[in-house]
């Protein structure tokens, strides 16, 4: 049996999985241009690599940008849903800048080599 979340991460691997990484944060990015697609790109790459990812700093990378993936798109449809009661740009705003929050806090510390901290979650 092949067990990846036992198998040593050389430091070439770990290299591309920082790369794969970093491509979800600009995908997250890329939302506000291109209205989600890149979000829900982003989180299937999330889910399809999470195996090869457990066991490293990286895995802390992957379960924020899940979790801002999923928060983001509850914010933007509970947005939707209450424009016409006018809360709806308020919400949008909110959930706008939480995303931008989570997308530079995360694109940081990756940058830096580090996990997310559990004092940021």
Avoid: C
């Avoid at 989600?36 to 895995?59: A, D, H, M």
């Avoid at 919400?91 to 559990?118: C, E, F, H, Q």
Wanted: glycine share 8%; hydrophobic share 50%.
């Amino acid at each position: 049996m092949n067990d990846v979340s036992t198998e040593q991460k050389t430091p070439e691997k770990l290299q591309t999985l920082k790369l794969l990484t970093a491509g979800v944060y600009l995908s997250q990015a890329l939302t506000f241009m291109l209205a989600g697609l890149p979000l829900l790109l982003g989180v299937v790459v999330n889910f399809w690599k999470r195996n090869e990812v457990q066991g490293t700093w990286l895995e802390s990378h992957f379960n924020w940008q899940i979790k801002t993936t999923w928060v983001s798109l509850a914010g933007f449809a509970i947005s939707g849903v209450t424009f016409e009661l006018g809360i709806g740009l308020f919400t949008l705003l909110i959930t706008v800048v939480w995303m931008v929050y989570r997308i530079t806090i995360g694109w940081y510390a990756l940058n830096d080599d580090k996990p997310i901290s559990k004092q940021i979650k």
